[in-house]
Nanobody, 120 residues
Framework: QVALVESGGGLVQAGGSLRLSCGAS????????MGWFRQAPGKEREFVSS????????TSTNIVKGRFTISRDNAKNTVDLQMNSLEPEDTAVYYC?????????????WGQGIQVTVSS
């Protein structure tokens, strides 16, 4: 019913920036939280950040350390992740996700993932 598609990934030098975008197709995700997870090779998928329909933000500070900022455009049905001061440790496949409610508990929808590679 709902498809999430990520864009904006790629290769960047350490210290650089990337902006990931995720668009939802099928219907407007009213009342859903949208956000981002990431998974590095050989590691567990981990939560990065999410934002509710009304704009409440939850961020895993232990992971992003204030370097990542999430935003949302409900009219466009999109969620973005601005990533600054990127480090090689940020290299991972980044997944867009959505779940009903103000926070992502168990995602109802997943994107296909997009590669982010940070070179040292």
């Amino acid at each position: 019913q709902v498809a999430l598609v990520e864009s904006g990934g790629g290769l960047v030098q350490a210290g650089g920036s990337l902006r990931l975008s995720c668009g939802a197709s099928g219907r407007t995700l009213r009342g859903y939280a949208m956000g981002w997870f990431r998974q590095a090779p050989g590691k567990e998928r981990e939560f990065v950040s999410s934002i509710s329909w009304s704009g409440d933000v939850t961020t895993s500070t232990n992971i992003v350390k204030g370097r990542f900022t999430i935003s949302r455009d409900n009219a466009k049905n999109t969620v973005d992740l601005q990533m600054n001061s990127l480090e090689p440790e940020d290299t991972a496949v980044y997944y867009c996700a959505a779940d009903f409610g103000d926070n992502i508990r168990t995602p109802k929808y997943w994107g296909q993932g997009i590669q982010v590679t940070v070179s040292s």
